[in-house]
T-cell receptor, first 112, second 115 residues
Framework: EAQVTQNPRYLITVTGKKLTVTCSQN?????MSWYRQDPGLGLRQIYY???????DKGDVPEGYKVSRKEKRNFPLILESPSPNQTSLYFC???????????FGPGTRLTVL | DQQVKQNSPSLSVQEGRISILNCDYT??????FLWYKKYPAEGPTFLIS?????DKNEDGRFTVFLNKSAKHLSLHIVPSQPGDSAVYFC??????????????FGAGTRLAVHP
């Protein structure tokens, strides 16, 4: 089944404890992105990647890191999480520049 | 400054009637728009798109209208069904910046279709 998977789906952590949210797609898509969804703000792009080893900042990249070492994986790294990074995170992928994005099921992160 | 605004947080419609979801934008560089639908505990799924060279795009029960002079677009669902109950996100982008992969989303409108 073609899909985007994210792990974990739920995570509660404490301020400053490094964490990684994994994202994987099995559709051989070139593009991958990370978004966060907050009430009243919709989806905001954190980072996106056009191909292996090629990444660029989205609208809210501060406090996040990404890497794209393999085409199928695009992990999101929070080196020192803070409470304002409590949010619902979505990974997405698309075949090409002008193709719609497929979203993963989301990761709900709480930083205490 | 929100470049894409969905001013109605929620909308309630009776089954079989028309649902109209509205979206306003401020960025005149946007040259295409997409609508995504989201059910609870799932990721958004693509619904329909429209290019700025068109003023209407139709796909089954879903039609999107674009009024460039007013910087306004709307999604019409006819007839509405209970399974359409979800949050709908409007998004805009421009082909030069990143294509469909660099979108600005609105805050979403929660549609409830009741029997």
């Amino acid at each position: 089944e073609a899909q985007v998977t994210q792990n974990p789906r739920y995570l509660i952590t404490v301020t400053g404890k490094k964490l990684t949210v994994t994202c994987s797609q099995n559709m051989n898509h070139e593009y991958m992105s990370w978004y966060r969804q907050d009430p009243g703000l919709g989806l905001r792009q954190i980072y996106y990647s056009m191909n292996v080893e090629v990444t660029d900042k989205g609208d809210v990249p501060e406090g996040y890191k990404v890497s794209r070492k393999e085409k199928r994986n695009f992990p999101l790294i929070l080196e020192s999480p803070s409470p304002n990074q409590t949010s619902l995170y979505f990974c997405a992928s698309s075949f090409g520049r002008y193709n719609e994005q497929f979203f993963g099921p989301g990761t709900r992160l709480t930083v205490l | 400054d929100q470049q894409v605004k969905q001013n109605s947080p929620s909308l309630s419609v009776q089954e079989g009637r028309i649902s109209i979801l509205n979206c306003d934008y401020t960025n005149s560089m946007f040259d295409y728009f997409l609508w995504y639908k989201k059910y609870p505990a799932e990721g958004p799924t693509f619904l329909i798109s429209i290019s700025s060279i068109k003023d209407k795009n139709e796909d089954g029960r879903f039609t999107v209208f674009l009024n460039k002079s007013a910087k306004h677009l709307s999604l019409h669902i006819v007839p509405s069904q209970p399974g359409d109950s979800a949050v709908y996100f409007c998004a805009g982008g421009d082909m030069f910046s990143g294509g469909y992969n660099k979108l600005i989303f609105g805050a979403g409108t929660r549609l409830a279709v009741h029997p």
